[in-house]
Every structure is written in structure tokens, then in C-alpha cells.
């Protein structure tokens, strides 16, 4: 595949971003991506290994290793470079539904075990993604293509976040008759709320559902299953049905001085404010204001890095994104051999954005909340932390304790917690007869996805807990094929 020696000939390009001072004046998304010869020449890269780690989707160490969804990585860099993009557009949607939705913020598990990047860069897969998806927008290859023949079928999914945009476009296609709910007024779930728009232009996420429509989806928003719909009629009108409404239960962090006035979930966060851009461009003020105000985020993850972006674009004071964990390594440790997901540090795009603004990483390593202080007036004023220290208990597991004497007072007028989610929200499955495990999780039969309940059936965040878009992806397309089998007694539709 590719070149031969074109990884040897060429050297790793990719999107440039807009500097950070420039780019936080705007929520749009900030890469300037490669002309058409020099994507080709990254296609090149790709060095024909035997094994094609990139595409393995095994678990090494308790992680992913390689594209969760098998996507044909070897095949669709080989035609990117011989400038074939039509049969690469062809290739790569024969595994991924939304490549336009991965291209974006999938952290490109390919790339982490490409052979290529054993001993030096890796293939730029990602951004030859980016790219086939792109030109098959720009020529038309991805416009709608509607089933020739309908099965008289119909299928309910509850949730329009990746999973269950993945099973509707799945059973769809199958030539099922598919109803997506969703109870936001805008369908795409977390593709539409969860990300920021900086991350994820919502008229990509937009762009992808009026397809869907054409092909023959219907969205029904702004309808809470379980609420303003009872599950009884939807069991009654459908054949069956596909929860997939995430792990949208957050966790939240007691400590005294919660009830202050100025602590947020940041889903809720993140969310106001891309309805706000959305709804208005921020001129009706229906977002949680950040300008010229402390602002300290609890949790070190993903969503903790698109607060800290956001409240940077909104003028805050300050920011500072506090993590329970060490500080991951610099360089893969020997414990973490490539080809396993490298645990090193990174500096995402919001770090790099409050590096430039404040003159330093706004991350506080080994610290935890105390307590959240509050004025006379009940307000939130500041934080009191305390540093950590990693040790082993009696039981051999590794614990983080309190060093006693290290309290630090922040200041914070607002705090955001991005401490993860506990599971999905227990009404919706409680409506659906639909049982939860411990951690919050539908529970399924052993290896599958059919619920304790025949014709219901439950994908994503909400079977697996909360996990990437690309996993997201694939649990939609395992379900659909679960849910088509027992529709019509085999199933044609491929997982892979």
C-alpha cells in the first residue's frame, strides 16, 4: 500500500492551526488543511506493514490499540496517494458511517499504532480521513442514497448522539423504516452539544442529518421518551428499540460549600453555550458567563480541556484546570510499548490557548477540592485544595491520599466540574423495563446488545459507559446488526 519508500522520502505534514491568540477570537473550527499534492505525498507514507496494527481494534493493557471501527487504513491511504478519491471515499464508508464526525475528534487510535510511528512519525491517517471525506462532499460522492426497497420494519431509537445516529443510518440502509427521538431541539446529541463548536462545527453535524432525512430517517426532537412519550406506545407502534441516550449522569463532587452559587456541570456548560452560539451568536445572553471572572475546572479529561478553550474565548480572568492524577510522562515509559495507546502527556488545544493568554499550563497536577468557598451573599469565591500523593493501600492498590499541610485557596468565581459520568440516566431504561448494572450501564445478554427486555436493545455510552465518538460508531453498527437479525432472521449488514 502506498509507496514503498515514501515513508522514508516524506516527512509527516498536517493541518496547520490558527495561532492561539488569533483563534480564540472565534468559535470556529481553526486548521488550515494540506492542498490536494501534498495530502497525496502524506498517503505515500503509508510503509505496506505486514500487520496493519492501525486497523487492529484489539485491547492491549486495558486500552484500545488501533481503529475500533477496522477501518480499511492501509487500503484508503494507498488510494489517497494514487489520487483515486471516489474508491477511497467507498472504502472508508464501508466501516465508519460519520468519517466527517472522526476526522474531527477522534484521538486517531490508528495513527498511536502505526507502524510508521514505531521508530518515527506516524502516517498522518487522520487528516487523509479528513480529507477523502471532504472532497467526497466537495464532488458529490456523499449525497444521499436512499433504500431501493423497505422491509415494513419500523425501529424506534431513543438518542441521536453517535451510537444512535450510527444504528438509524445502519437499519436504515437495511430498508427499515427508523424514528430517531431525541429530547433536545437539535438532533446530534453529544456531536451537537457535547463538543464545541470549535471542535466540531455543528453545520458539519447539521450537513450529515439533512442526508439522513433524505434517505429516509426521521428526527423527532424536543420529545423526552419516558416523559412526554410513554414507552408503552412506542413498544406498541415499533418492532423494536435502540436506547442509546449515553451516559449523560455526571459525576458530581461533594465537598462543603457545593450549594454555592457559581458551580456547574460543564455538560451543561458546554451545552448552553453552543445553544447560545447556535441560537444567537450569544446576543441573548443564555450561557454561563465566564468574562473577566477566576474560573477553575475540576477534571483533567477531554471535556475539562473544551472548558478551559471556551471560557478562554469568553474573556475569563483566569483558569485553572485541576487533575487527580500525576502528570503522565513525556515519552512512553517501558512499561508502554508501542504498539499499546501511549500514556504521555499532551497539551490539548484549550491548554495551548490559556498557555498564550496567561504565560503558563493552566493544570494543577495531584490536587483535589477541599471545599468551595462562598461569600455572605451565598456566591462562590474560591477553592480550597489539597495536593495528593499516589501510594499503595493494604490491599496492594494504588490509592491517591491527602498530604496533610498542603491546602492552596483559588480564587473562582466559577467552577466547572468535568469529573466523568456515572451512566446513563436511569428514567429512560426504567420506562423500557430495561435493567442497569453497577456502574450505571443497560445491562444486555452476555457479549450482545438485546436488553432483558425482546424487542429493546441499547448501544453507546449507555451499554459501555462513557467511551469515544469512534466507539460510539461501532456499538451503533453492532446494535443495528443485532437489532436486523431478529427483525428478519439473518442480517447482510457488516460490522467491519
Aim: with cysteine; hydrophobic share 35%.
Amino acid at each position: 500500500m502506498g509507496k514503498s519508500t515514501g515513508f522514508m522520502e516524506y516527512a509527516r505534514r498536517t493541518s496547520k492551526a490558527e495561532p492561539p491568540k488569533t483563534r480564540i477570537r472565534h468559535f470556529n473550527e481553526f486548521h488550515t488543511h494540506l492542498p490536494e499534492a501534498e495530502q497525496r505525498l502524506q498517503g505515500a507514507r503509508c510503509m505496506e506493514c505486514g500487520v496493519p496494527f492501525c486497523q487492529s481494534g484489539m485491547t492491549l493493557d486495558g486500552m484500545a490499540s488501533g481503529c475500533p471501527l477496522h477501518n480499511l487504513v492501509p487500503e484508503w491511504n494507498d488510494l489517497v496517494y494514487r489520487g483515486n478519491w471516489k474508491e477511497a471515499y467507498n472504502r472508508l464508508i464501508k466501516t465508519n458511517n460519520f468519517p466527517e464526525f472522526t476526522a474531527r475528534v477522534c484521538p486517531a487510535l490508528c495513527e498511536k499504532a502505526c507502524t510508521c510511528g514505531l521508530h518515527g512519525e506516524a502516517v498522518a491517517t487522520k487528516e487523509n480521513e479528513y480529507a477523502i471525506i471532504e472532497n467526497a462532499y466537495a464532488q458529490g460522492y456523499a449525497q444521499a442514497r436512499a433504500p431501493k426497497v423497505r422491509t415494513g420494519k419500523k425501529v424506534a431509537v431513543i438518542g441521536s448522539g453517535p451510537a444512535g445516529l450510527a444504528a438509524a443510518d445502519q437499519l436504515n440502509k437495511r430498508g427499515h423504516s427508523v424514528t430517531v427521538f431525541e429530547r433536545s431541539d437539535r438532533a446530534g446529541g453529544l456531536l451537537m452539544y457535547g463538543i464545541p463548536n470549535m471542535k466540531l462545527e455543528k453545520s458539519v453535524v447539521e450537513r450529515k442529518l439533512r442526508i439522513m432525512e433524505a434517505e429516509g430517517v426521521a428526527f423527532v426532537t424536543g420529545v423526552d421518551v419516558g416523559k412526554d412519550v410513554k414507552a408503552e406506545k412506542l413498544l406498541k407502534e415499533y418492532d423494536r428499540v435502540v436506547l442509546a441516550c449515553g451516559a449523560s449522569r455526571p459525576r458530581d463532587i461533594q465537598a462543603p460549600g457545593r450549594e454555592a452559587e457559581g458551580i456547574y456541570f460543564a455538560v451543561d456548560f458546554l451545552k448552553a453555550n453552543t445553544r447560545s452560539l447556535l441560537d444567537s451568536a450569544f446576543s441573548d445572553g443564555k450561557y454561563i458567563q465566564t468574562r473577566g471572572k477566576d474560573v477553575v475546572i475540576i477534571g483533567g479529561g477531554d471535556t475539562g480541556n473544551d472548558c478551559v478553550g471556551t471560557a478562554v474565548r469568553h474573556g475569563c480572568k483566569s483558569v485553572t484546570q485541576i487533575e487527580m492524577m500525576p502528570k503522565a510522562p513525556d515519552t512512553r515509559a517501558d512499561d508502554n510499548p508501542w504498539p499499546a495507546w501511549p500514556r504521555v502527556a499532551v497539551t490539548d488545544y484549550g491548554q495551548e490557548e490559556a498557555i498564550a493568554v496567561f504565560g503558563h499550563d493552566p493544570r494543577i497536577y495531584e490536587t483535589t477540592v477541599k471545599e468551595f468557598l462562598k461569600d455572605k451573599n451565598g456566591k462562590l469565591k474560591g477553592v480550597k485544595t489539597i495536593k495528593l500523593r499516589r501510594e499503595q493501600d493494604e490491599n496492594g492498590r494504588f490509592v491517591m491520599k491527602e498530604i496533610a499541610g498542603s491546602e492552596q485557596m483559588l480564587p473562582a468565581q466559577i467552577v466547572l466540574i468535568a469529573a466523568g459520568f456515572l451512566g446513563s440516566e436511569k428514567y429512560v431504561a426504567d420506562a423500557f423495563g430495561a435493567a442497569l448494572d453497577e456502574r450505571g450501564r443497560v445491562k444486555t445478554e452476555p457479549g450482545g446488545y438485546r436488553t432483558g427486555v425482546e424487542t429493546v436493545f441499547a448501544a453507546g455510552d449507555m451499554h459501555r459507559g462513557q467511551s469515544l465518538v469512534v466507539w460510539a460508531v461501532r456499538e451503533g453498527r453492532e446494535t443495528a446488526r443485532a437489532v436486523d437479525e431478529s427483525l428478519m432472521g439473518y442480517t447482510n449488514l457488516g460490522t467491519q
